[in-house]
T-cell receptor, first 109, second 114 residues
Framework: GQQVMQIPQYQHVQEGEDFTTYCNSS?????IQWYKQRPGGHPVFLIQ?????EVKKQKRLTFQFGEAKKNSSLHITATQTTDVGTYFC?????????FGAGTTVTVRA | DTAVSQTPKYLVTQMGNDKSIKCEQN?????MYWYKQDSKKFLKIMFS???????INETVPNRFSPKSPDKAHLNLHINSLELGDSAVYFC?????????????FGSGTRLTVV
């Protein structure tokens, strides 16, 4: 199946700052889903992007699907300690959800 | 009230043993999955069942055998456990044809083989 690459692998953020995590593929993605996994927890669904150029917002989180559907991004503004965790993008193709390696976020208070 | 429940939560066992992990979902979903998460947090799909029928079977050693007695249950049996099987195993489910709500994951089973 397709492989999605996520960067960066680790993100250390000062509380109150913004950051972005990226998801890239060499081939066109069907649907992109984003998940968050808190330390010691399980992946929790955040959002799905389907259309080229789609932008969706959830409070301080902004998700974007590239025009060519080969990349996606998650931007978090005014980072809080509750944002700690690993954020995964995942390609949903042919009923199979294939995850990127994740971006693990730590927050400095 | 738990949507996807897995048991046990922790499993410590010796090499060579056989063990099972159970999963149940009360969401009425048609498809269930097993994922393995390694120590680097990489999540890899192992199996998927749709209405008790196996639809995804990734390159997994045949020591791993899933069983779905009905669409609400998907169990994973592992024979002759090896050190490399140590990981967190997640069960998940999703409804047919409706992916706007994503997959719902269980809380995971942390398997440690010693």
């Amino acid at each position: 199946g397709q492989q999605v690459m996520q960067i960066p692998q680790y993100q250390h953020v000062q509380e109150g700052e913004d950051f972005t995590t990226y998801c890239n593929s060499s081939t066109t993605l069907s649907n992109i889903q984003w998940y968050k996994q808190r330390p010691g927890g399980h992946p929790v669904f955040l959002i799905q992007l389907v259309k080229s150029g789609e932008v969706k917002k959830q409070k301080r989180l902004t998700f974007q699907f590239g025009e060519a559907k080969k990349n996606s991004s998650l931007h978090i503004t005014a980072t809080q300690t509750t944002d700690v965790g690993t954020y995964f993008c995942a390609d949903l193709n042919d009923y199979k959800l294939s995850f990127g390696a994740g971006t693990t976020v730590t927050v400095r208070a | 009230d738990t949507a996807v429940s897995q048991t046990p939560k922790y499993l410590v066992t010796q090499m060579g043993n056989d063990k099972s992990i159970k999963c149940e979902q009360n969401l009425g979903h048609d498809t269930m999955y097993w994922y393995k998460q390694d120590s680097k947090k990489f999540l890899k799909i192992m199996f998927s069942y749709n209405n008790k029928e196996l639809i995804i079977n990734e390159t997994v050693p045949n020591r791993f055998s899933p069983k779905s007695p009905d669409k609400a249950h998907l169990n994973l049996h592992i024979n002759s456990l090896e050190l490399g099987d140590s990981a967190v195993y997640f069960c998940a489910s999703s409804p047919d044809g409706e992916f706007n709500y994503g997959y719902t994951f269980g809380s995971g089973t942390r398997l440690t083989v010693v």
